[in-house]
Structures are given as C-alpha cells and as structure tokens.
C-alpha cells in the first residue's frame, strides 16, 4: 500500500520544547502543522506520542501543541534508542512524524524507525530546524533512506480516505 493506512497510524511528535523552538527556522508553522495533526489524530482516533529531549534543559512541549497523556522523556537523539519505545510502535504501524530538529532528532529517530522495519512518513511542513539547508539535508537523506516526505494536508486527506467520512467537515475544519 502506498498510502497512510489510517487503522496502522501512528502520530510522533518529537521535540516541540519551549526553549528550543524560538531558534527555529519557521518555527511558528511547523508548530500550527503539528497542533493540526494532532487535533486531527484526535478527531479521528489515530494514537500519538511526544517526546521530550532532555526537558530539564530544554524545557516541556510548547503551549501550542495540544499534550495528553504519556510523555517520553529522552536524551538520546534517536528515541528509538530509549529502553522499550520501539517495542511501542506496532510493527505494520504506519508512523507519521513531525518535530525538531529536522537533522537531529527527528532525522535519527527516522533512520532508528526504519531500521526497525517500521513505515515512516514525514510531514516536511510540522519539522523544523535553525538553519533551513539543514532542514532541507536531512528530507533528502530520510527520503534517500525510505521514507516517505508528506504534507500535513496529505496526512489528513489519508487518514480520511474519503469525503464521506463521518469526520470530513470537522476535518476540513482544522485543516483551513
């Protein structure tokens, strides 16, 4: 299958932190295209987790973005490495992800993912780094390495497969 099976989706929203996201590069759109993944997610029952990069240091997930539940507290750059996470993800999951920064943590725990056999789709508009052309590296080389660049839009429209879909007007909703 070529499209985000909705019933095997996953939402990762990695790294999100106060301190960390006013040096990024766009980091106001990154943060309103996760917010809407999230609330969507939500709305369509598609499970997420958040992670935290060292949230002593870098502070807890920003205001913006809609937190509930279990948070994944972590200090290596690739969750994966994190006792008991991959173990969390079913393995036919269809893992969309999002966060910062795009060459770091997201791009590690991309590469952490796919090496676990996982299905990896990235939202190029909801990640972000300080510096655009690091940005730019890093969906060259996750897609270099399997997977899937998407947009936000690109999610929803998956996750919905069709206009018939009992949730497609408070969909659209958020998506405009």
């Not at 939402?11 to 609330?39: C, S, T, W, Y």
Request: glycine share 4%; with cysteine; net charge neutral.
């Amino acid at each position: 299958m070529l499209t985000i099976d909705p019933k095997r989706a996953l939402l990762l929203v990695i790294d999100f932190q106060a301190r960390l996201m006013p040096a990024i590069h766009d980091g106001e759109a990154a943060i309103r295209n996760a917010a809407k993944l999230i609330e969507i997610a939500r709305l369509l029952n598609v499970p997420h987790l958040v992670t935290e990069q060292n949230p002593t240091r870098l502070g807890s997930t920003v205001e913006a973005l809609p937190v509930e539940g279990d948070v994944v507290a972590k200090f290596s750059f690739d969750v994966c490495r994190e006792a008991g996470f991959v173990e969390r993800i079913p393995a036919d999951a269809h893992v969309i992800v999002t966060g910062c920064e795009a060459h770091v943590c997201v791009l590690q725990t991309v590469l952490g993912l796919l090496a676990a056999s996982r299905k990896v789709f990235v939202a190029r508009d909801a990640i972000g780094s300080r510096k655009p052309e690091d940005k730019e590296a890093a969906i060259r080389r996750m897609a270099r390495h399997g997977a899937e660049i998407v947009t936000t839009e690109m999610v929803a429209f998956e996750w919905l497969e069709t206009a018939e879909h009992p949730r497609f007007r408070q969909a659209m909703a958020l998506i405009k």
